[in-house]
């Protein structure tokens, strides 16, 4: 999860990605204008943040998508 002056963002696998962003109002994570979007990041719709039902949904929809996902190894 990502949470800045652009929005909040959640991660995900493909199939809930495009789920997303199929909402309108969601976007690929993007932090400044000329920075390549996320493959895997997805700003939620700011009509969501007032709908705790459905947004808990997706957080629970990325949390499990983040488990699945092997730990990125420290750089030495």
């Known amino acids: 999860m990502s949470l800045s002056d652009v ?3 959640l991660k995900f696998g493909e199939a809930d990605r495009l789920a997303l962003l199929s909402l309108k109002g969601a976007k690929p994570l ?3 204008p000329d920075s390549p979007p996320s ?4 700003v939620v719709p ?3 943040l007032s709908d705790p039902k ?3 949904s997706w957080i629970a929809k990325s949390a499990a998508f983040v488990r699945t996902q092997e730990p990125k190894r420290k750089k030495k």
């Open 7 to 9: 929005g909040l963002a």
């Open 30 to 32: 993007q932090y400044e």
């Open 39 to 42: 493959k895997s990041y997805v």
């Open 54 to 56: 459905t947004l808990q």
């Open 46 to 48: 700011d009509t969501m």
